[in-house]
């Protein structure tokens, strides 16, 4: 049984056009790396992030690590509350 395709995240507003190697300014770098940080405490993955975005995850990974933000493991995130 084949599986259907995830759907793809469009990129946010505030974010598009600003992945360029010249076009973003510190204000629009800060609030890459508040925004990604904020999204991804309350567990948005990096393929998320990178498509709201429009960054690779790469870029997500450096922006978590200058927003001072430990990253979770690899994988599924374990289930709670099993009976």
């Known amino acids: ?24 300014t510190a204000k629009q770098r800060a609030r890459l790396i508040e925004f990604v940080v904020t999204e991804y405490a309350a567990g948005r993955s990096l393929r998320e992030l990178a498509e709201l975005t429009g960054r690779s995850q790469t870029a997500v990974r450096r922006a978590l690590d200058q927003g001072g933000l430990e990253r979770r493991g690899r994988g599924a995130r374990p289930q709670t509350g099993r009976a």
């Open 1 to 24: 049984m084949p599986y259907h395709a995830r759907p793809v995240l469009d990129v946010l507003p505030e974010f598009a056009g600003t992945n360029t190697p010249r076009g973003q």
